[in-house]
């Protein structure tokens, strides 16, 4: 069976990827199966140009087909922070929990109907026997509010509201996300290239 590398050691973006592309035959591996490989320097000043980063330096490490997911959460009344820097926003070392609260605290004077978001979602795949790159991506919109919400997902799911369907993100089983999500999106745009690697 071909392998796909995800380039990635998140747990959450791995489970969920995993879950997207579980219909395909494909043999699905990620960077805890290749521990000697750094740390890849994200960078690139967008979503999409990281994604490359991460998906072409994964694949040249190893030689083999490799996916990635560049992701974050954009806050309109906070200029699109955290953007690209989601993953470290506030403090090194800080838990999902401790970014969030930062967050929460950052729009503790925005009502509700200001407090508009989306989350990002470029994929890469890049297949290094061809020496090509295939980019998508997928947003969706929400609202950031004052509590946390729901145990599902990762990251700022229980703080992020999508309000057609009046559940934040963690309040949606692992299948309701991987219907709505941004990840969602960006993944099923990118299948027919995945398939052509096949
Ligand atoms: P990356 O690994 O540099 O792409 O960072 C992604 C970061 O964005 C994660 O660590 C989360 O903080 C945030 N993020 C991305 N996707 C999601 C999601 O689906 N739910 C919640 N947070 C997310």
């Known amino acids: 069976m071909p392998r796909l590398v995800l380039a990635s ?4 973006k791995i489970l969920e990827l995993r879950e997207l592309l579980a219909g395909l035959p494909l043999e699905i ?10 740390e890849v320097i994200e960078n690139g000043g967008a979503f999409a140009e990281n994604a490359v980063i991460k998906a072409k330096a994964i694949a040249e490490a190893t030689g083999e087909l490799t996916m990635a997911d560049d992701s974050g959460l954009e806050v309109d009344a906070l200029n699109g922070e955290p953007g690209i820097y989601s993953a470290r926003y506030g ?14 605290e ?6 509700l109907e200001k407090r508009t978001a989306r989350f990002r979602c470029a994929v890469a795949l890049y297949n290094p026997d061809l020496n090509r790159v295939e ?18 997902g990762f990251g700022y799911d229980p703080v992020f509201l999508i309000p057609e369907l009046g559940k934040t993100m963690a309040e949606l089983s ?16 990118m299948i027919p290239f995945l398939k052509r690697c096949l």
């Open 9 to 12: 050691k998140n747990k959450g």
């Open 29 to 38: 591996v990620s960077l805890a199966d290749f521990p000697a490989i750094p």
């Open 91 to 104: 403090q090194p070392g800080w838990s999902d929990r401790e970014r969030y609260r930062f967050l929460l």
């Open 106 to 111: 950052k729009l503790q004077d925005v009502p």
């Open 135 to 152: 980019q998508t991506d997928g947003t969706v919109e929400g609202l950031i509010i004052d509590q946390p919400r729901g145990n599902y």
């Open 174 to 189: 692992p299948e309701e996300k991987n219907r709505f999500s941004h990840r969602a999106r960006a993944v099923e745009k």
